[in-house]
């Protein structure tokens, strides 16, 4: 689980000091919001390929 965690990082000079993934431009909220909506983990790699399948792990484990 720390693995996971380790992904999430927080940066004041990062989106506004959000939760984003390994300090891309890509929100925590983001991914959740996408879960929410009912996108599955293909269809969000597929749209941030720059993500892994662990970073939604993380996500959701944050």
């Known amino acids: 689980m ?3 965690i380790e992904r999430i ?3 004041p000079d990062l989106c506004n000091g959000k ?3 390994r300090n891309k431009r890509i929100t ?3 991914i ?7 996108d ?3 269809m969000i790699l597929f749209q ?3 993500l892994e ?4 792990d993380a996500c959701i484990t944050y």
């Open 2 to 4: 720390a693995d996971l």
């Open 9 to 11: 990082t927080v940066n």
């Open 19 to 21: 939760p984003t993934i």
């Open 28 to 30: 925590v909220q983001t």
């Open 32 to 38: 959740l919001e996408h879960l929410a909506g009912g």
């Open 40 to 42: 599955d983990r293909k």
């Open 48 to 50: 941030f390929p720059s």
């Open 53 to 56: 399948d662990a970073d939604i």
